[in-house]
Nanobody
Framework: QVQLVESGGGLVQAGGSLRLSCAASGSIFSIYAMGWYRQAPGKQRELVAVITSGGSTNYADSVKGRFTISRDNAKNTEYLQMNSLKPEDTAVYYC?????????????WGQGTQVTVSS
């Protein structure tokens, strides 16, 4: 099982930047992919960005060109660099790790970190 610890959330003005970090521990070599999700008040949780063990990335259309997901394998950490932030980016952001198991996949989640973007 993978354990995830998030950091980097906070309050920022529109147009500003934040970088979220997610440190993984445990059975890290079983990770198939890692990603970031977010959930705004009254809305469903949505995928923001994902990076596979092979290094390929995908982004939600709403964040393309503004957000960048990356990994530091030496530190077992993934990052979400968020630039040109907008008020609609305000949400709780969750780190996710997808582990490959003998029967399928198992998802682990971080505790969530609040990102608030003011107008």
């Amino acid at each position: 099982q993978v354990q995830l610890v998030e950091s980097g959330g906070g309050l920022v003005q529109a147009g500003g930047s934040l970088r979220l970090s997610c440190a993984a521990s445990g059975s890290i070599f079983s990770i198939y992919a890692m990603g970031w999700y977010r959930q705004a008040p009254g809305k469903q949780r949505e995928l923001v960005a994902v990076i596979t063990s092979g290094g390929s990335t995908n982004y939600a259309d709403s964040v393309k060109g503004r957000f960048t997901i990356s990994r530091d394998n030496a530190k077992n950490t993934e990052y979400l660099q968020m630039n040109s932030l907008k008020p609609e980016d305000t949400a709780v952001y969750y780190c996710n790790a997808l582990e490959r198991t003998g029967t399928g996949f198992f998802a682990s989640w971080g505790q969530g970190t609040q990102v608030t973007v003011s107008s």
